[in-house]
């Protein structure tokens, strides 16, 4: 009670010592653990719903849940710059629950997203081709609509603070 759950695969890429390590091999693995999570945590706590929170690295994901996130509510923090990638999320908590599936995408300029990546510790650093990558991918798949299957799209716009 009083902790937001939170799944992300990021969270398994991190070694016993506390040094985070991405390779494919461990992503793969990172995110087939997530997915379990969330699993195991719908079956057991039946959330009123389940919200992905989508956007690069650094736009703000994990800030957001922290300052609007509900206790009761699963949240999923991840990229899901592909809409592949986000389909196949929700074609998986289909296949066990009609729990309402919710997309939150945090749409910061990658600018400001690379300049709050430069101020991150030297192993949660993302390089700046995989960063491109990830925007690439927005500007050509699109950003999450209702037709991927969501309930509920919400889109936050930066604002300088």
Same mark, same amino acid.
């Given at each position: 009670? $009083?902790?937001?759950? &939170?799944?992300?695969?990021? @969270?398994?890429? /991190?070694?016993?010592?506390?040094? /985070?390590? %991405?390779?494919?091999?461990?992503?793969?693995?990172? %995110?087939?653990?997530?997915?379990?999570?969330?699993?195991?945590?719908?079956?057991?706590? =039946?959330?009123?719903? &389940?919200?992905?929170?989508? $956007?690069?690295?650094?736009?703000?994901?994990?800030? %957001?849940?922290?300052?609007?996130?509900?206790?009761?509510?699963?949240? /999923?923090?991840?990229?899901?710059?592909?809409?592949?990638?986000?389909?196949?999320?929700?074609?998986?908590?289909?296949?066990?629950?009609?729990?309402?599936?919710?997309?939150?995408? @945090?749409?910061?300029?990658?600018?400001?997203?690379?300049?709050?990546?430069?101020?991150?510790?030297?192993?949660? =650093?993302?390089?700046?081709?995989?960063?491109?990558?990830?925007?690439?991918?927005?500007?050509?798949?699109?950003?999450?609509? @209702?037709?991927?299957?969501?309930?509920?799209?919400?889109?936050?716009?930066?604002?300088?603070?």
């Amino acid at each position: 009670k $009083g902790r937001k759950m &939170i799944v992300s695969p990021d @969270l398994h890429l /991190y070694t016993p010592e506390g040094i /985070y390590i %991405w390779t494919p091999e461990r992503s793969k693995k990172a %995110w087939a653990k997530a997915y379990s999570e969330v699993r195991d945590f719908v079956e057991t706590h =039946k959330p009123p719903k &389940i919200v992905m929170m989508c $956007g690069i690295p650094a736009s703000g994901k994990s800030t %957001w849940i922290r300052k609007n996130g509900s206790e009761e509510v699963l949240y /999923y923090d991840a990229t899901f710059s592909e809409r592949q990638i986000r389909m196949k999320f929700i074609s998986f908590v289909r296949g066990f629950t009609e729990t309402p599936i919710e997309v939150v995408y @945090l749409n910061t300029p990658t600018k400001i997203c690379r300049k709050r990546n430069d101020e991150r510790s030297e192993d949660r =650093k993302v390089p700046d081709i995989a960063m491109q990558r990830m925007s690439d991918a927005f500007s050509r798949d699109g950003l999450p609509s @209702l037709e991927e299957g969501f309930e509920k799209v919400t889109i936050v716009c930066y604002r300088a603070n």
